[in-house]
């Protein structure tokens, strides 16, 4: 399941990450929002899908509710971090130290707001499912998170490559 899960991560956002990288000087207009949402709703089911293959809980109404509950909120936060690597890319080797500072407060705040998040409907998941699929929930989400966290740092340029 871990590397059927990192193959369709790594294929979806290597992709995704290059489409932006290439739109650099494109700002997050009306038609990359489209583009962005769309992404979003296909990878959306297929990760619905494997968290189904993954909990083994169909009929867990409350769970679902909540799950669909949380990536309503995920993937708003997952517009911010894809603005938050289009402004890299627009800003890539001409960003200065005030600039890479304002950068990197709004990257740690964003990072932040995912954990917290995942955090608050393990919580919520705990109340209504048990610790059990909370804690099966969390898991597959960092798992997830991380992965795509790696591929995007293993897709974009360090800063020190600016030089």
Same mark, same amino acid.
């Given at each position: 399941?871990?590397?059927?899960?990192?193959?369709?991560?790594?294929?979806?956002?290597?992709?995704?990450?290059?489409?932006?990288?290439?739109?650099?000087?494109?700002?997050?207009?009306?038609?990359?929002?489209?583009?962005?949402?769309?992404?979003?709703?296909?990878?959306?089911?297929?990760?619905?899908?494997?968290?189904?293959?993954?909990?083994?809980?169909?009929?867990?109404?409350?769970?679902?509710?909540?799950?669909?509950? +949380?990536?309503?909120?995920?993937?708003? =936060?997952?517009?911010? #971090? *894809?603005? !938050? @690597?289009?402004?890299?890319?627009?800003?890539?080797?001409?960003?200065?130290?005030?600039?890479?500072?304002?950068?990197?407060?709004?990257?740690?705040?964003?990072?932040?707001?995912?954990?917290?998040?995942?955090?608050?409907?393990?919580?919520?998941?705990?109340?209504?499912?048990?610790?059990?699929?909370?804690?099966?929930? +969390?898991?597959?989400?960092?798992?997830? =998170?991380?992965?795509? #966290? *790696?591929? !995007? @740092?293993?897709?974009?340029?360090?800063?020190?490559?600016?030089?």
């Amino acid at each position: 399941m871990k590397i059927k899960i990192i193959n369709l991560i790594s294929k979806k956002f290597v992709l995704a990450l290059g489409f932006l990288i290439a739109v650099g000087n494109i700002s997050f207009a009306q038609s990359l929002q489209e583009e962005v949402e769309m992404f979003q709703a296909v990878f959306g089911m297929e990760k619905k899908d494997m968290t189904m293959a993954f909990m083994d809980n169909e009929g867990d109404t409350a769970f679902w509710m909540l799950y669909d509950e +949380y990536e309503v909120q995920r993937k708003l =936060l997952g517009q911010k #971090r *894809l603005q !938050i @690597l289009v402004n890299y890319a627009n800003t890539y080797g001409v960003i200065g130290d005030e600039q890479t500072d304002e950068l990197m407060k709004v990257v740690m705040t964003q990072k932040k707001s995912l954990d917290k998040l995942i955090d608050k409907y393990y919580k919520k998941i705990k109340k209504s499912s048990g610790s059990k699929v909370a804690a099966q929930f +969390y898991q597959l989400e960092n798992y997830i =998170l991380s992965a795509i #966290r *790696l591929e !995007i @740092l293993d897709s974009i340029p360090f800063f020190d490559e600016f030089d």
